[in-house]
Structures are given as structure tokens and as C-alpha cells.
């Protein structure tokens, strides 16, 4: 009997210390949750079952060499911003179909560690579509397909969708692990963007992305989208159901009580979020540099953070702008309509400037959070913020040239005596593509008329520069005597916002001499110049007057360790700049408001160094054939 007692006993206190056990357990887990996600009652985001404040700041990878995404993401935390928004850029992974490149300066994933290991939180914005003033929004060349296609983008259309799924099968199970449920930075990921803008307003096709996101990252995720907030943008842009968030964009100039107060007409609840709040604005060849205070844009940011809605949550679209290096730029159209390309720079009137120095916005901005989001300043971090150090190396004589029509040698492709095809159709995404036709007798003072030019078209005659038609100006040349007419024309840049998407380059039109409509024959001569090859140039000693159209080559050297720069090409007209084989992008300096490009320390190297110059229109004197390499940015004055 009493051993029986005490069994009994025995086991009930065993059943007991597991029952405590497993209640210990339970609320382990319970408090221990690991995740993020918005809390609709609040108003708010949590993290791990706590309320989540955030500043975010956009600071695109593939703008600035990998070499320098630390001092830029270190510069980003040090001001308090606790997020790094950055968009993804199809065409930048996937250049050609099924060719997909996540190594050096597109390696997001590098990026995205290192953001990581500063105290940022990363949202990931991957499109399809960005607009961001990047080549055709993102978009590859090759999904435009030819004009007889007809491929409708950013739509339902299965064409553009086999082109979207192919890519996201491959970009977002690389993005899995970096979610944050997985120990990743990654807490928001965006659907599209900014779709309320486009004039396709197809439900079927945000909801194809919403699953597609879902399938590959999971239920948890935040998936959002982003929108202008006029009520065009709010119908078309959000998604009113699957849990998707719904975010507005808008600048200083609008007040956000107005803003957000739309907003809640369409989301009644969820934390309130400015996804592109624009401390600068974005810059167009041919118009004045834009710009915005410090004063206003601290002013207006600070009334958001205290403002009487509830918690405002923002992301300053840019934080650091960096540069459109290469062609990768994109251009707008204006409702004229009128052609408006973006120029190299992307400093964008940033906080942090095109070669990552602070400025007074900058601390504008830290003061602001300071004082109403303290808890988000490291004030150690500040200490280890340092602008850029840099170097005037003086002038670079040009001393070799490749003479047009020598650029033909650099040719990737060549077709003889065929019908006129665009770059798309061609294979080819940027640079150039040169047009040839020889008649069998001459063309006198005849009148060259290219109403559809894409964009820049440079015209020679018997091999002699004679002008140039772009495509804004509705210029028409007249035509010495002649008999082999070439053009050559540049992409300069697709456009990658509105309506006018479908931008496909090259001769689209036709081209008329006088009363004759040359374009229709199939007795065109044509060669592929994206200039991703200028290393194979053979170089002949300049003894004579160069013109347009011709490539040019100096030398110049460093002492010690490399520092910043800039191309200072006052003497030229219009061109492209290589720096030991770098393409640092386009210069147009009598179009403004862009003069000097800029060249990063990590272009350069201790020794000889080699510069690269393509000129298109403006050839100095045989004397004055060199630039200067100056300790100063120039990006315009502003407006």
C-alpha cells in the first residue's frame, strides 16, 4: 500500500514537471517569435512581436562599383536610416535571354550581407518593371521583341509572362534565404511598380505576380505596392486583397495629411507609408540640374515623423543617387511629345552625393531623426562616415586615334545588302548600329529627312560627317553630292516610364531623301556597335585633323594610391568616355547640365592609366585634342 502511495505520488509529480515543462516551452516560442510582419490593428509593423520603426533610404547597388557599397550603406546607417531600399534591375541580371549574371557589381546578394552586417533591414523592390530611370525600366531589350510582334508588356500577355517567369524562377529562390524568417535582412519585398501610372490597369496580371512572388517566398512575406496617390494611381496600382499592402509615393511639394488621408479612403488600415519620399528630383540632357533645400526637405520630413496620423514610415528616394555608368540610362517622354533622355550622372540632388560625400541634407536629415526617432541613431557610426578623397591628374593628351570609318572594325555583327532592321531585331541592346547604302549615281543638294530617329543619328556622306537628326529636334540636313550615305545611330537610353514603353531603337521609320523613300530597299549595309570592345582598337598615330566619328586614346599616370576624379571635355561635343576599359557613360556638355563625368578610385590604378574617348559631333583642333582630369564634380546649376 505504501509503495503503491508512493508510485502514485512519484508519477504525478513526473506528469507535473512535464506539464511546467511544456508550458515553458510554449511561451519560449510564444515570445521568441522570429518574423515580420504589419499589424492591422496598430497601424504599424512588428519585428519579432514588437513594434518596428524604420527611415529608409534607396541606394541601388548597380549604380555605384561593389567596391564601394560599404562606405555607402556605412554612410546610410551613420545618418540613422535603418533600411536600405534598393530596386533590382532585370536587364542588369539578365542581359540576354537565359544569360544571367550575380557576380561583381551585380551581386545583390554581397550587397544585401553587407548591409546586413551594418544594422540594415533591406527591401527589395525586383519589378519585373522599376522605371527608376534605367533603361526601359528594367525591362531586357529582347523582351520588346520586333515591332511586328507586338508584345504587350506588363500585361497578361503570355509572350512577356514566359519572358517574367523565367527570370523570376531564377532571381527569387535566390532571394529566399535573405528573407528575414530565414536570419536574412530582407523584411518587404515590392509587386511591380508604380503600375496605377501605366495604361494597362490589368488586375489578372498583379495578381500573377502576387502568386508568383508567394509561390517562391512564401506566405509570411510582406509583398506591397508602391503608387503615385492621385486617384488613377489608387485604382489601378494597388492590390486590394491577398494581404498585399498598399504604399504611396509623393515628395515635399504635396502635404502628407492630404496624401494619406486618400490613401486610408482606399486602405482603411495598415501603417502609413511614403515609399518614395524625393529629397532631389531626377535630371533630363538639354534642361536645368533640379533641385531641393535642406530646410524644406527637413521641414517636410519632420512633419511626417510627428505627425498627428500615427506613425509615418519613410523611405527617401534617393539617399545616394550614384551613376548611370555605360548606356544603362533611361529617358522620359513628355506629353509634347518630347524625347528626354537622363544623363550620365544620377546624383539626383541626393543627401549623399554622386561620389558618396555628405552634404547638408545629410545632416539635415540625421537631425530630424534624431529628434523624433532617436532610438534609431548609432552615434558611433558617424565618426566613421569620410568623404571621398580626390585628385586633379591635369590634362590628357590624345596622341592615337581610330578614324571613321574604322569604328567598323569593332563591328559584332555585319550584314550585307539587306532591309533595314531595328536594334531588337538585331539582338542588340545599346550602344550603336551603323545603317550603309551606296548608290549607283550621285545625290546632289538633296534634303536627308528621318522623321522617326532612335535617337541620335549621325549622318555621313562618303565617309565625311555632315550632321546629326535627334530625335526631339524634327531636324531635316541637307545633303552635299554624293553616293554612299551612312548613319549612324545611337540608343540613348529606352524609355522607361508611361505610355510610350514600346521603345524599340534604331532607324523605326522611314528615312527620305528628297521625294525617295530609301528605307524600303534591301540594299542596306549594316554593322552592330554596342562598344563593349574598345580594347581591340588598333590605334594609328593622330598626324592630322581628326573628325567625328573617330575614337581616341591617352595615356596618363598616378603616383601612389588612386583617388576620385572627374573628366573635364569642355572642348567636345557629344561622345562617350572609357577609363582602362570602363565605360563610365555618355558626356553631352553643350547640352548640359552635366560637364564632368565622374570616375570612381576604383576605375583607376597606381601607373599608366588609359582614356578612351568615342566623339560624335565636336572634334577640337589637332592642338587642343585632350581633356582634364579634375578634383571637382559639375552636374549643373540648378534651375
Known amino acids: 500500500m505504501f509503495s ?6 512519484t508519477g504525478g509529480l513526473v506528469f507535473l514537471g512535464l506539464l511546467a515543462i511544456s508550458v515553458v516551452v510554449l511561451l519560449a516560442r510564444t515570445f521568441s517569435y522570429h518574423g515580420f510582419t504589419v499589424d492591422y490593428k496598430k497601424n504599424v509593423f512588428s519585428k519579432d512581436g514588437k513594434t518596428f520603426d524604420y527611415v529608409s533610404g534607396s541606394l541601388h547597388y548597380f549604380r555605384v562599383p561593389h567596391e564601394l557599397w560599404h562606405d555607402r550603406l556605412l554612410k546610410l546607417r551613420a545618418s540613422g536610416i535603418n533600411v536600405v531600399s534598393t530596386y533590382v534591375p532585370w536587364n542588369f541580371h539578365e542581359p540576354h535571354p537565359g544569360q544571367y549574371n550575380f557576380e561583381g557589381d551585380a551581386d545583390l546578394f554581397k550587397f544585401m550581407e553587407i548591409a546586413q552586417s551594418l544594422g540594415l533591414y533591406v527591401n527589395i523592390r525586383p519589378g519585373p518593371y522599376i522605371c527608376s530611370e534605367w533603361d526601359l525600366g528594367g525591362i531586357p531589350y529582347f523582351v520588346l521583341g520586333s515591332k511586328k510582334d507586338g508584345v504587350l508588356l506588363r500585361t497578361m500577355d503570355s509572350r512577356y509572362l514566359s519572358h517574367v517567369e523565367c527570370y523570376f ?4 529562390p535566390r532571394l529566399e534565404p535573405y528573407l528575414y524568417e530565414n536570419g536574412g535582412p530582407i523584411i518587404m519585398v515590392q509587386v511591380e511598380n508604380e503600375y496605377g501610372s501605366y495604361k494597362a490597369c490589368d488586375y489578372d496580371y498583379m495578381n500573377y505576380l502576387t502568386t ?19 486617384m ?14 498598399t504604399t504611396v509615393n509623393f515628395g515635399p511639394n504635396s502635404d502628407h495629411m492630404s496624401v494619406f488621408t486618400r490613401l486610408r479612403s482606399f486602405q482603411g488600415h495598415g501603417p502609413l507609408v511614403n515609399s518614395e519620399f524625393y529629397p532631389g528630383w531626377l535630371d533630363h540632357w538639354g534642361e536645368p540640374h533640379q533641385c531641393k533645400t535642406s530646410s524644406f526637405v527637413g521641414a517636410e520630413f519632420s512633419k511626417m515623423l510627428e505627425s498627428t496620423l500615427g506613425n509615418v514610415f519613410v523611405n527617401f528616394y534617393m539617399f545616394f543617387g550614384g551613376t548611370n555608368f555605360a548606356f544603362y540610362n533611361g529617358a522620359n517622354m513628355a506629353t509634347d511629345p518630347k524625347y528626354q533622355p537622363d544623363p550620365t550622372s544620377y546624383d539626383y540632388d541626393a543627401p549623399l552625393t554622386e561620389c558618396g560625400d555628405t552634404t547638408e541634407k545629410y545632416y539635415a536629415i540625421r537631425k530630424a531623426i534624431k529628434k523624433h526617432r532617436p532610438h534609431l541613431i548609432d552615434n558611433h557610426l558617424l565618426a566613421k562616415v569620410v568623404n571621398s578623397t580626390k585628385q586633379r591628374y591635369g590634362k590628357v593628351k590624345f596622341k592615337e586615334i581610330l578614324s571613321y570609318p574604322g569604328i567598323k572594325s569593332l563591328a559584332t555583327k555585319h550584314l550585307e545588302k539587306g532591309p533595314i532592321f531595328t536594334f531588337e531585331e538585331l539582338e542588340q541592346d545599346y550602344g550603336f548600329v551603323l545603317y550603309e547604302k551606296t548608290y549607283n549615281n550621285y545625290y546632289h543638294n538633296v534634303e536627308l529627312e528621318i522623321p522617326e530617329p532612335r535617337d541620335m543619328v549621325y549622318v555621313f556622306a562618303d565617309d565625311k560627317y555632315v550632321g546629326k537628326i535627334y530625335r526631339s529636334a524634327n531636324e531635316k540636313i541637307l ?12 540608343n540613348m537610353g529606352r524609355i522607361n516610364y508611361g505610355h510610350y514603353l ?30 563593349n570592345n574598345t580594347h581591340l582598337v588598333q590605334y594609328q598615330e593622330i598626324k592630322s585633323q581628326p573628325g567625328p566619328g573617330s575614337i581616341l586614346r591617352g595615356e596618363f599616370t598616378i603616383h601612389g594610391k588612386p583617388a576620385d576624379t572627374w573628366v573635364k571635355m569642355s572642348r567636345f561635343g557629344k561622345g562617350v568616355i572609357f577609363v582602362n576599359g570602363r565605360n563610365i557613360g555618355r558626356y553631352w556638355p553643350v547640352a548640359g547640365p552635366q560637364k564632368n563625368l565622374y570616375v570612381p578610385s576604383v576605375f583607376l590604378k597606381t601607373g599608366v592609366n588609359e582614356l578612351v574617348m ?15 582630369l579634375v578634383e571637382y564634380p559639375d552636374v549643373g546649376s540648378c534651375d
Open 502 to 531: 514600346h521603345d524599340y531603337k534604331g532607324l523605326v521609320g522611314e528615312v527620305r531623301l528628297g521625294e525617295d523613300v530609301v528605307s524600303k530597299g534591301v540594299d542596306w549595309s549594316i554593322w552592330t556597335l554596342p562598344m
Open 212 to 230: 508568383l512572388m508567394r509561390k517562391h517566398l512564401g506566405e509570411n512575406i510582406i509583398l506591397y505596392t508602391a503608387d503615385g496617390w492621385d
Open 232 to 245: 488613377h494611381h489608387l485604382i489601378c496600382g494597388p492590390i486590394h486583397h491577398s494581404n498585399v499592402l
Open 479 to 490: 545633303l552635299p553630292s554624293f553616293r554612299k550615305l551612312a548613319l549612324l545611330v545611337e
Open 614 to 628: 568615342l566623339e560624335l559631333i565636336q572634334m577640337p583642333t589637332q592642338q587642343d585634342l585632350s581633356v582634364e
Open 4 to 9: 503503491t502511495r508512493v508510485s502514485l505520488k
Open 169 to 172: 524562377n531564377e532571381l527569387l
